[in-house]
């Protein structure tokens, strides 16, 4: 079974008082994956994600609080969780596709897989600071 490594992504970066807590793996367990490569990596996709924007909204789906996981295993294939503001959103079929793209771009991912997730729903409690300043939400 290969080990997997999470990334949270309701870090203190993000402000939402109610971030729910993602899965991280043992602390006994290795990554294949070296930790500053992971780091790169993580660092590409996040910059990557931030390229997909929702067209009704100005702001990228990251700072947006869109994506919930990120998750990479030994075999550096990919798995998004990522959720809309509203699951009747017209680009509900295409947005998934633009972050699996997105997401492609980075060197050293093999697969991209992403999972459109309604659990838990998404609120504007989730968004960055950056968002809400961006959408003079304060």
């Given at each position: 079974?290969?080990?997997?490594?999470?990334?949270d992504l309701n870090s203190a970066?993000?402000?939402a008082p109610e971030a729910e807590e993602v899965a991280v793996?043992?602390?006994?367990?290795?990554?294949?994956?070296?930790?500053d490569?992971?780091?790169r990596m993580t660092d590409d996709m996040i910059a990557a994600i931030k390229t997909v924007y929702d067209p009704e909204i100005p702001v990228d789906i990251y700072e947006l609080g869109l994506i919930y996981t990120i998750d990479v295993d030994d075999d550096r294939n990919v798995v998004v969780d990522m959720t809309?503001?509203?699951?009747?959103?017209?680009?509900?079929g295409e947005m998934p596709i633009w972050v699996e793209d997105a997401v492609?771009?980075?060197?050293?991912?093999?697969?991209?897989?992403?999972?459109l997730v309604f659990d838990p729903p998404w609120d504007?409690?989730?968004?960055s600071d950056e968002a809400r300043v961006a959408l003079n939400m304060w």
């Open positions: 079974m290969d080990e997997r490594d999470i990334i970066e993000k402000t793996p043992d602390a006994a367990a290795q990554s294949a994956i070296p930790q490569e992971l780091d809309l503001t509203a699951p009747g959103c017209p680009v509900a492609s771009t980075v060197a050293g991912v093999n697969r991209v897989k992403v999972n504007i409690s989730r968004m």
